[in-house]
């Protein structure tokens, strides 16, 4: 990897703010990453904070690889303290994203690196397509 692309994974890309995401809620992000290739794909994410901490995952569930949420931002179980898909109600530790419960048992959700930098919650490690490249907002 030349110092290039090691500068450009250790870009933050901000997607909201630390209190948009109230403690112990999740909420997810439509981004778009820039592949090795170069080329644009979608990338969708999901957010969750749990006191002073935060998690993120790639938004797939690693049975069917579709998005975990059946409505808009509707992350978490019944007890809110898993994530769960909500094709067929697998479970997945917040901290670890190991699914625990469902048909994907054993499996884990793909994790993203957060960092909380001057009180917004950041993306590292991966290079985003930022909004003067595609004319519309990196985060929703
Ligand atoms: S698609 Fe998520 S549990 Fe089946």
């Given at each position: 990897m030349d110092e290039q692309a090691i500068q450009s994974n250790n870009t933050a890309y901000v997607i909201c703010g630390f209190n948009d995401i109230q403690s112990k809620g999740a909420a997810g992000f439509h981004l778009m990453i820039i592949d090795e290739d170069g080329s644009h794909k979608p990338w969708s994410i999901v957010v969750v904070r749990w006191g002073r901490r935060v998690f993120g995952y790639v938004n797939k569930c690693p049975h069917k690889d579709i998005n975990l949420d059946w409505e808009p931002n509707q992350f978490l179980d019944p007890a809110g303290v898993r994530l769960m898909c909500g094709k067929h109600?697998?479970?997945?530790?917040?901290?670890?994203?190991?699914?625990?419960?469902?048909?994907?048992?054993?499996?884990?959700?793909?994790?993203?690196?957060?960092?909380?930098?001057?009180?917004?919650?950041?993306v590292t490690g991966v290079r985003l397509v930022e909004e003067e490249e595609e004319g519309s907002s990196v985060a929703s």
């Open positions: 109600g697998s479970t997945f530790e917040l901290g670890t994203g190991r699914c625990v419960d469902g048909p994907c048992k054993g499996h884990a959700l793909t994790p993203v690196r957060l960092t909380v930098l001057g009180g917004e919650i950041c």
